[in-house]
Structures are given as C-alpha cells and as structure tokens.
C-alpha cells in the first residue's frame, strides 16, 4: 500500500507489525536511503543485508532469512540496496509466507509506475511503497537546517542555500557536508556551534562545484584538468556520491538536449529551462549540450547507472579505480565529438 499523504512519518516511527515490505524508492536516493534507517532505529533491529541478486537466483532466500530467529535473539531487518524488478519473485513469495520474524527493506532507484516491484509493494496489505522526489530548493534548504540541527549546528544566513546548492539538494550529500562540519566545529546537540562563510570557506564544504566538477571536466572533455582533479580531490570522495552527482548533471541535460533536438538553439533550450539551470553555469550548460547528443546522453547515464551498481554491490566491488576509468572514457568520448 502507499502511505496517504502526510502520514510516512508515523509509518516510519510506529511502524505496523503487519508490514513485512518496505520500498523506498524514487529520483533521490538519499532521502528513500533515509527513511530506512529512520525506520530501522524505530524497529530498533539490526541492518541484515541481502544482495539483490542473491535474492533473484533463490527466490525462497528471502522468506526463509525472514522467517529465522535471530542467531542472538535480537531483531533484525533485512535490507536490500540497490533493488529492482529482479527482486519481484522473492518479494511475491515473502508476502504469501505463513509468517515472519524480520522486515524486509528495499531502497530502489527511480522505478516506473509499471515495475512489477512497485506493483507488489502498492497492491499488497502486508507491504508498504513510498517514492521520494528530489528535493526543490526551499525543501533542500530546509532539511539543511533539519540535518544541521540534529548535528548540533546553528547556520548563518545563506549556509543552507550554499550548501543545498553545492549538494546538488540531495539529501546524502548533505549529511556529509553537515557531519564534516560538525567535525571541523567540535560541534555536539549538547554543544551547538554557529557555522558562518569563513568556516565553509576554510574546510571548502559547500565550494560550489565540489560534488559536480568532476563529471563536468568529463562531459567537456578535459582530461588535462580531469586528471589533475582526480589525483587531487578524488581520493577521499565517496565513489558512489560522485556518480550519483554525474548522474543529475546527465538528467538535467537530457531534457535541454532533447528541446535543441527538435530544432532550439542550444543557447535557447538552455535560457527556456529556467532555473533548472543555476545561471554561473549557463555557459556550461550551452557547451554540454552543444557536445552531447541525447542518444550518448542516454548511454552515459545507462553506464553511470551499472557504475553505481557494481560501487554498491557488496558480493563484486570493483577495483578502485572503476570510477577514474569511467570518467576518462567519458572526457575521450567528448573530444572525439
């Protein structure tokens, strides 16, 4: 079933026992991220994790790990990530089990209305499906100051917009940026810290282009200034958070590419998005999609998507240096254009 507006966070905090299925899904992967550990501390269980594709290959795993007893009697959940369709088998027979002592929680990525995945979870009593949009603006500025609070961070005026913006309003990223700031502070909820420009200056948090830069030098071909960012920026960046950050600039240029396919300007399909397109990034924006047609858009960002998954996949990680390979492929794609 879906949640009626208004009400996934009593869901989340007093979770029903009859729930046995939880899919968080959706564009913003951090914010359904989110809401299944908001949703494990409320259990008070222990995260279980499943690959997905094990799942696939025994359909039954699923509700047999479901149905066991902890091994030392506490509660368990069990947790899913990335998921899709693959998973539709084993969710099908874990919701037909007579019973279970452990919750499943998928967190899947921007599923359609048709996936049998989706289906399940809407149509089932024993199931429920929450999809998170990506935040807007004011939404991201507020979960700034949520985030922040929490870390026991007090914001000047303007360091939630900053930060949302250089986080491209992805609700993980933001985590992040808030937990190093809070570090950096000595900030604590029992000792808050006021956080002003020279502190976001001094450690960079927020630096606008921080989480996007990378996937740009790539898109505009410059491997000169790639590889010089790479070796000195990327070795502390999560791999995952930087694809994901490829990831929104290849879906934000895909609908402008598409506009200059039927006959705009580039300049104008870029001036019509509004503020899709944050203006110190116009001319940027105008030379991508000048470069990049929306049939290599879509295999740049159908590659960015199984990255993702082979950086995610706890059975097969892959070497280290899958995510520089696949940056460089793409820079030498774009000077071939």
């Known amino acids: 079933m ?14 029903d026992p009859a729930i046995r299925f939880y899919l968080f899904y959706g564009p913003d992967e951090g914010q359904s991220r989110a809401h299944g550990e908001r949703l494990l501390k409320a259990l008070e269980a222990e995260k279980a994790a499943i690959a997905a594709q094990a799942a696939k290959a025994d359909p039954a795993l699923l509700a047999d790990e479901a149905a066991a007893i902890g091994l030392f009697g ?7 990530e990335p998921a899709g369709d693959e998973i539709a088998m084993a969710i099908d027979a874990l ?30 009593a ?9 935040l807007g603006e004011r939404d991201a500025e507020r979960v700034v100051e949520e985030l ?19 986080a491209g309003n992805e609700r993980g990223i933001i985590a992040q940026e808030l937990v190093k700031l809070a570090l950096h502070a000595g900030a604590t909820p029992d000792h808050p810290k006021t956080i002003e420009r020279d502190i976001l200056d001094e450690i960079g948090a927020g630096a606008e282009g921080d989480w996007m830069r990378l996937g740009d030098l790539a898109l505009a071909g410059d491997l000169a200034r790639l590889s010089h960012e790479l070796d000195a920026s990327a070795a502390d960046a999560d791999p995952v958070t930087l694809v994901r950050a490829l990831q929104r600039r290849l879906l934000m240029l895909a609908p402008i590419r598409a506009r200059v396919d039927r006959g ?23 030379r991508l999609v000048s470069l990049w047609d929306s049939e290599a858009l879509a295999r740049a960002l159908e590659r960015s998507g199984a990255l993702e998954r082979k950086l995610m996949s706890a059975d097969s990680p892959p070497p280290a240096d899958a995510l520089e390979e696949e940056l460089v492929a793409i820079a030498r794609t774009a000077r071939r254009r």
């Not at 024993?126 to 990506?134: M, P, Q």
């Not at 922040?148 to 913006?165: C, F, Q, T, V, W």
């Not at 705009?264 to 001319?283: L, M, N, Q």
Request: hydrophobic share 45%; glycine share 10%; charged share 25%.
């Open 2 to 15: 879906r949640p009626a507006k208004g009400t996934l966070g009593k869901a989340l905090d007093r979770p």
């Open 74 to 80: 506490g509660k368990r959940a069990l947790w899913l």
């Open 95 to 124: 919701l037909e089990a007579p019973s279970i002592e452990s919750p499943v929680i998928a967190i899947g990525g921007a599923l359609r209305k048709t996936s049998p995945l989706v289906k399940l979870a809407e149509e089932d």
């Open 126 to 134: 024993h199931a429920l499906a929450h999809i998170s949009y990506e």
């Open 148 to 166: 922040a609070r929490e870390e026991g961070l007090r914001l000047g005026p303007g360091i939630a917009a900053r930060i949302a913006g250089a």
């Open 264 to 286: 705009a300007r580039p300049h104008d399909a870029v001036t019509s998005a509004g503020k899709a397109v944050f203006f110190k990034e116009k001319d940027l924006v105008i």
